[in-house]
C-alpha cells in the first residue's frame, strides 16, 4: 500500500537548497586542501552565494506556499535573502587574509558561514513557528562554533561560551512561547494563528499573552535588545573578526525579519498588548546603548553597544505597527548591512598578527596615513550618527517619520535626541585618526585587495543610497506589500 506524499515545489527553496549543496561539497573539498591553501574554499563558497542570489533575483515576483504551509515563497524572503547572502559575501571577502594573519585557516570556516546564512534564508521565509525556530538553531549554532574558533586566545573560548549558554537559555524561553501558543491556538502556523486570533472575541487569551512575551523575550536576546543584550560586548570583542561583522548585521536582520512576520502579521491583533512593551524596550535600548558606547575605548565595544542602539531605532518602526514603520524596518537593517561591515572592515585593515589593534587611541594619524582608508571611515561613521547626505540618516529619517505619522511623537523625539548623543562617540574615531598625533608606528597589516573591495562596495552603496535611495526603497516597498499580504 504506497502512501501518497503531498506535492513539495522545490524551485520555490532553490536558494537555500543550492546553498546547502555548495556547504556540503565545501565540507568534502576540505578533507582534500591542505592546510595553507584553504582560500580556495572561500573562492568556492562565494561561488555558491552568487548562484543562490542569481536564483533568488530570478524568483523575484513569485508567491507560493509549499512543505504544507511551512515555507512561503515571496519578495519578503527574496529580499532578505539577498540581503543575507550580501552580508555572507562581504564577510568571506574580509576573512580570507583575515585568517593567514591571526594563523586560523581553517576550511570549516567558510562552511560554518554558509550554513548560517542557510539558517538565516529558512527564518525569513519560515511561516510556521517551528520552521523559524529550525532556522534559528541552524544559525545559532553556527555562530557559537564560529565565535571560539580562534582556539589560541581564551578571550575567543570565552566568548563562544558565553554566547552558547545565554543563548541556550534564550532558546528555552522562545521554545516554552511557541508551545504555549500552540497550547492555545492549536497551531504553529502562522497564518493559522491569525485566523485562531480573528475569530476571538473580547480580550486575548492570558496564555496567548505570556506565549507572545516569551516569544519577545527569545527574539530579543537574538537582535541584541535591552536588557537581553549582556552577551553583546563581550562575544563581540572575543570573536574573530569578520564574524563580528557578520554577526552584527546577519543575525540582526534575521531576528527582524522573523518579528516582523511573527509580531505584525501573525499576531498583529495583539497589537494593544505588546507596543507598550516594545515601546519600553526600544527607549532603554536606545539611550543605555549610546550612553554606554561613550566609554568605550575598544572600538568593537564601541560598535557592540552602538548596535545595540541601532536595534533600538528598528524597534521604533515595529511600535508604528503601519506599513509606512515596516519599510522602515526593512530599509534601515539593509543600510545597516552596508555601514556595519564597511566600518568592521576597515578595524580589520588596522589589525595586527597576534594582537588586535582595537583601542580607538592607537587609530592617531590613520586619516593622514592613509587618506583613502580615513575617507572610508568618515563615511561609515556619518551614516552611522545618521548625518546626510549618507544613507543612515535617510534611514533613520524613515524610521523616525513613521513614528510621527502613528503619533509617537514622544518616542520619535527620544530617538532624535539619542541619535544625537550617539554622534559623539562615532567622530570621535575621526577626532583621533585626523587630529592626534601618531604614538607610534601606523602601518596596515592586513592590505589584502578583497578587504579593499569590501570597503568601497560599502561605502558607495552608503554614498549613493543616502543620495539616490529610490532603488531600494521600491524593492523594500514591494517586500512590506508581499509581507502584508
Not at 249 to 255: E, F
Not at 385 to 396: E, H, M, S, W
Request: with cysteine; charged share 10%.
Amino acid at each position: 500500500m504506497s502512501i501518497p506524499l503531498p506535492p513539495i515545489d522545490f524551485a520555490a527553496i532553490a536558494p537555500q537548497i543550492a546553498l546547502a549543496v555548495f556547504a556540503l561539497l565545501a565540507l568534502i573539498a576540505d578533507l582534500f586542501i591542505p592546510r595553507g591553501e584553504k582560500e580556495f574554499i572561500g573562492y568556492f563558497s562565494l561561488l555558491g552565494i552568487v548562484a543562490a542570489a542569481v536564483i533568488s533575483f530570478n524568483l523575484w515576483g513569485g508567491e507560493e506556499l509549499t512543505f504544507q504551509r511551512l515555507i512561503v515563497l515571496d519578495q519578503f524572503s527574496l529580499f532578505f535573502n539577498l540581503l543575507f547572502l550580501l552580508s555572507a559575501a562581504l564577510t568571506i571577502l574580509i576573512s580570507h587574509n583575515y585568517l593567514k594573519e591571526q594563523e586560523m585557516e581553517y576550511g570549516e570556516y567558510y562552511v560554518l558561514v554558509l550554513i548560517a546564512t542557510l539558517g538565516m534564508m529558512i527564518m525569513s521565509a519560515g511561516i510556521d513557528l517551528i520552521t523559524i525556530f529550525l532556522g534559528l538553531e541552524l544559525m545559532s549554532i553556527s555562530f557559537y562554533i564560529l565565535a571560539g574558533l580562534r582556539r589560541t586566545r581564551v578571550r575567543s573560548l570565552e566568548a563562544a561560551l558565553k554566547y552558547f549558554l545565554l543563548g541556550a537559555f534564550a532558546t528555552g524561553f522562545l521554545l516554552y512561547g511557541i508551545a504555549l501558543i500552540y497550547g492555545t491556538s492549536g497551531t504553529t502556523n502562522l497564518q493559522g494563528i491569525v485566523e485562531f486570533l480573528g475569530a476571538q472575541e473580547g480580550s486575548a487569551d492570558p496564555v496567548m499573552l505570556i506565549g507572545c512575551g516569551l516569544l519577545i523575550v527569545g527574539f530579543g536576546f537574538k537582535v541584541a535588545v535591552i536588557p537581553f543584550h549582556q552577551w553583546t560586548p563581550d562575544v563581540y570583542e572575543g570573536a574573530p573578526t569578520p564574524i563580528t561583522a557578520f554577526m552584527s548585521v546577519g543575525v540582526k536582520a534575521a531576528g527582524f525579519a522573523a518579528l516582523l512576520r511573527v509580531l505584525l502579521i501573525a499576531l498583529g491583533d495583539l497589537e494593544p498588548d505588546w507596543s507598550g512593551i516594545l515601546w519600553t524596550i526600544a527607549v532603554i535600548t536606545m539611550i543605555i546603548g549610546n550612553v554606554v558606547a561613550i566609554a568605550q575605548d575598544n572600538i568593537k565595544r564601541m560598535l557592540a553597544y552602538s548596535s545595540i542602539a541601532h536595534a533600538g531605532y528598528v524597534l521604533v518602526g515595529f511600535v508604528s505597527s503601519s506599513e509606512l514603520g515596516m519599510l522602515s524596518v526593512v530599509f534601515y537593517l539593509a543600510i545597516y548591512t552596508l555601514m556595519n561591515i564597511g566600518a568592521f572592515s576597515v578595524v580589520i585593515m588596522l589589525e595586527k598578527k597576534g594582537e588586535e589593534n582595537l583601542l580607538i587611541p592607537g587609530y592617531a594619524g590613520v586619516g593622514f596615513k592613509y587618506p583613502l582608508l580615513g575617507v572610508a571611515m568618515a563615511i561609515f561613521m556619518f551614516s552611522l550618527a545618521g548625518i546626510p547626505p549618507t544613507a543612515g540618516f535617510v534611514g533613520k529619517f524613515y524610521i523616525f517619520s513613521a513614528a510621527v505619522k502613528s503619533g509617537l511623537i514622544g518616542l520619535a523625539v527620544i530617538g532624535v535626541l539619542c541619535s544625537a548623543v550617539s554622534a559623539y562617540y562615532y567622530l570621535r574615531v575621526l577626532v583621533v585618526m585626523y587630529m592626534r598625533e601618531p604614538e607610534g608606528d601606523v602601518a596596515l597589516r592586513n592590505q589584502s585587495p578583497a578587504v579593499s573591495l569590501s570597503i568601497t562596495v560599502a561605502a558607495l552603496g552608503i554614498l549613493i543610497l543616502g543620495i539616490i535611495p529610490s532603488s531600494i526603497l521600491e524593492l523594500a516597498r514591494q517586500a512590506v506589500q508581499a509581507l502584508s499580504a
